[in-house]
């Protein structure tokens, strides 16, 4: 089954403890990206990447890290967690970064404390 | 700041209505797309529209993108329960970057 599969699913933490919440797409898309989930705002891009070995920031980057060093994974970093990032996360994946269907994790919801 | 705007943030509808939501845009985009997220799911892609002017249906939904490529709308006849849930349109910029809207929360009155 084509799917994008993010974990935890659930996380509580606290302030700096460091976290990695894994994305894994098995549809062999070149294209993932992260975003933050928050009332009224609707989806923030956090990082982005066209390919492996290439990442690129989004609207929101700060506070978080990825790396690419396959196809299909596509892990998002928080060194040191902070409450302003306590949200929904979403992993999503495409066959291509300059348009076509986004396919979406179930999503990753933080509480940082 | 948001770089794509829609309006509005929430759409009360008596079931079998219609209603219409827009998007906009303060720069040109390369396309648009729309997703649907239902409560406590995550979004879902309905359709991607490329050319200026273009207009898309998919049973009760009717999507266009402006003549300019900075705005969209998607319009539902005769709401049913089932449309219950939040549009994202999205576009893509010319850097690559896609921006979402804020989104429309739909809920339906029976």
């Known amino acids: 089954e084509a799917q994008v599969t993010q974990n935890p699913r659930y996380l509580i933490t606290v302030t700096g403890k460091k976290l990695t919440v894994t994305c894994s797409q098995n549809m062999n898309h070149e294209y993932m990206s992260w975003y933050r989930q928050d009332p009224g705002l609707g989806l923030r891009q956090i990082y982005y990447?066209?390919?492996?070995?290439?990442?690129d920031k989004g609207d929101v980057p700060e506070g978080y890290k990825v790396s690419r060093k396959e196809k299909r994974n596509f892990p998002l970093i928080l060194e040191s967690p902070s409450p302003n990032q306590t949200s929904l996360y979403f992993c999503?994946?495409?066959?291509?970064?300059?348009?076509?269907?986004?396919?979406f994790g179930e999503g990753s919801r933080l509480t940082v404390l | 700041g948001q770089q794509v705007m829609q309006i509005p943030q929430y759409q009360h509808v008596q079931e079998g209505e219609d209603f219409t939501t827009y998007c906009n845009s303060s720069?040109?985009?390369?396309?648009i797309q729309w997703y649907k997220q239902r409560p406590g799911g995550h979004p879902v892609f309905l359709i991607q529209?490329?050319?200026?002017?273009e207009v898309k249906k998919q049973k009760r939904l009717t999507f266009q993108f402006g003549e300019a490529k900075k705005n969209s709308s998607l319009h539902i006849t005769a709401t049913q329960t089932t449309d219950v849930g939040t549009y994202f349109c999205?576009?893509?910029?010319?850097?690559?970057?896609?921006?979402f809207g804020a989104g429309t929360t739909v809920t339906v009155r029976a």
């Open positions: 529209l490329v050319k200026s002017g």
């Open positions: 720069t040109t985009l390369s396309n």
């Open positions: 999503a994946s495409g066959y291509t970064g300059v348009g076509g269907e986004l396919f």
């Open positions: 990447s066209m390919n492996v070995e290439v990442t």
């Open positions: 999205a576009g893509h910029r010319n850097d690559y970057k896609l921006s």
